[in-house]
């Protein structure tokens, strides 16, 4: 991603690090920004770290971007992209556990519902990115998405489907040091 950015904007200065060890000094920046990746962390490593680059008053953005999970036809379609045999899954969650002992105070949780408009084949192109269509074999990938065609290919219209989505995520604020 860092990759990426760097391509699309030459300007802007990255960093390569990791969320528990962040190559910056001690209260640098005004906000920390997570997407969809906070479950990924080893904590509590990661929110001390977090906790450690805020400065007093700063904010810690944890959000997370997906299927919206109270839609009856998403439902088996989101469950495709899960592999019941991925020993190494971790748990997901609409919320993110800073602790009590982290430095932070929950502000609030948010949640807002969006609708992304996507074709057939770019739905299935993101569903091969997933870490549970990534430990599968070729052969388990090509039937994963052969049944992920076919169901959305019932629901799309002309090709193109409109995706409930919903943005959920906890916004945290960073206590004054002692």
Request: charged share 30%.
């Amino acid at each position: 991603m860092r990759a990426v950015l760097v391509r699309r904007s030459p300007d802007v200065h990255t960093l390569k690090g990791v969320a528990e060890a962040l190559p910056v000094e001690d209260a640098t920046f005004d906000a920390v920004v997570i997407s969809s990746a906070w479950h990924w962390f080893e904590q509590p490593a990661a929110t001390n770290e977090m906790a450690r680059v805020l400065r007093d008053g700063g904010s810690l953005f944890v959000m997370w971007n997906g299927f919206s999970r109270c839609v009856a036809w998403l439902a088996p379609i989101i469950a495709l992209r899960e592999s019941p045999d991925d020993d190494g899954k971790r748990p997901r969650g609409w919320a993110a556990d800073v602790g009590n002992e982290s430095g932070f105070d929950i502000e609030s949780q948010v949640e807002v519902d969006w609708t992304w408009t996507r074709s057939v084949e770019e739905l299935v192109a993101l569903f091969g990115t997933y870490s549970g269509a990534i430990i599968r074999t070729d052969e388990q990938c090509r039937e994963m998405e052969t049944e992920l065609r076919a169901r959305l290919d019932d629901v799309a219209v002309h090709g193109v489907l409109e995706i409930p989505m919903t943005v959920r995520g906890t916004i945290a604020r960073r206590r004054a040091r002692t």
